[in-house]
């Protein structure tokens, strides 16, 4: 059962029919007219004990509340790695987490809960990403960085090696960090600067 049937709906249930899943079905809130939605997300709760459960929501809150909220049912999560995405064999995967098309992730990776490694983007050795971050198309993180809880790295991103990254920043689409982001908040530009 996928929490959201837009776009990052439709990717994951590519993946997880990748991933051997046979039945996929979807609760969303706005979307109930779609094929294989089975009714609001409010049914989450009733649902855990006949699925895996998969929340594919983009927004790095959002999914959080709902994974929670499977959690707390005791829910199963899914965690979908696509068959095409090159993973070393000692990275560590949360719960919960996709690995979408063409995705790398290098060795001693630790990936978190709840976290999106999105299509073509790079993870490289000895990365640590915060649960429930989302690392966006085509970004790129060096070695060892690690990204605080709700991070957003925007498409196409670039961050060097070595570098922290607060919970819940945004990095902007084709920004590039050249040093620790010790402050919340929304950084854009090359080098990134941070903006209101």
Known sequence: MIIGAGGQGAVCADVAKLCGYKTIEFLDDIRLEKENVKGPTS?????VGDYDIFVAIG??????????KAIS?????ATLIH????????VKI???TVVTAGAVINPGAVVGIGVIVNTL???????????????????????TVKTGEETFVGAGAVIINNISIAPQTVIGAG??????LT???TYVGVPVRKIK
């Open 121 to 143: 983007s790079s993870v490289d050795h000895n990365c640590e990403l915060g649960d429930y971050s989302h690392i966006g198309v085509g970004s790129h993180l060096a070695g």
């Open 59 to 68: 927004d790095n809150r959002i999914r959080r509340s709902f994974i929670e």
């Open 43 to 47: 049914l989450l709760p009733s649902v």
């Open 73 to 77: 049912a005791n829910g199963d999560l």
């Open 183 to 185: 402050e919340t908040g």
């Open 175 to 180: 920004a590039v960090v050249i040093k620790d």
């Open 94 to 96: 949360g719960a919960g």
């Open 83 to 90: 068959p095409s995405s090159i993973i070393s064999e000692n």
